[in-house]
């Protein structure tokens, strides 16, 4: 049995598979990446199937570093990718409603929004299908975001 400190260190960053709608029962899939309101304001829009429920997160912590690092201008990005969960409508955090949830085959927790968007009160979060901290889950987001590399540098712009 791993501690909970060790639980809190690992298992944070919301994947494709680690959150479904209590509405349509459908995981959460990347659409796009947006700026958000957040301190690290580029991230990762999921959105279910029926189009209700909406995280954003994964957010860049630093943007010019990154697009650095994919010009070849510095060796290494170390900056990481933060893992705060928000609405994916007004960008309030989302607080956690109830505990132990039945979806599918999985045991979740319910979260919602904190400002009570209609549609974003049914988020269901499967903690051991987050993606896991250290340098594994960095190197998934690197590869995940150099596939949106002009857009990033379109987005980072407007800032």
């Known amino acids: 049995m791993q501690s909970f400190k060790i639980y809190l260190n690992e298992y944070k960053h919301i994947g494709e598979n680690s959150c ?25 829009l999921l959105v279910c199937s029926c189009k209700k429920s909406k995280i954003f997160t994964n957010t860049i912590r630093n943007i010019t570093n990154l697009l650095d ?13 933060c893992n705060d969960k928000k609405c994916g409508y007004c960008f309030s955090y989302l607080n956690p ?4 949830v039945d979806i599918k085959d999985f045991r979740a927790d319910k979260y919602g929004c904190t400002k009570n968007c209609v549609n974003n009160q049914e988020l269901l979060i499967v903690g051991g299908n987050n993606l896991p901290e250290g340098d594994n889950t960095v ?21």
């Not at 029962?25 to 309101?37: A, Q, R, W």
């Not at 409603?97 to 132990?100: I, M, P, T, V």
């Not at 975001?145 to 407007?158: F, R, V």
């Open 97 to 100: 409603l109830e505990d132990g």
């Open 69 to 81: 690092y994919y010009k070849g201008n510095i060796k290494n990005y170390t900056n990481g990718f």
């Open 139 to 159: 190197h998934f987001f690197i590869d995940f975001y150099k596939k949106y590399y002009n857009l990033l540098e379109k987005l980072s712009s407007t800032l």
């Open 20 to 44: 479904f709608c209590g509405h349509c029962e459908t995981n959460l899939k990347v659409t796009d990446v947006v700026v958000g309101k957040h301190i690290y304001p580029i991230g990762q």
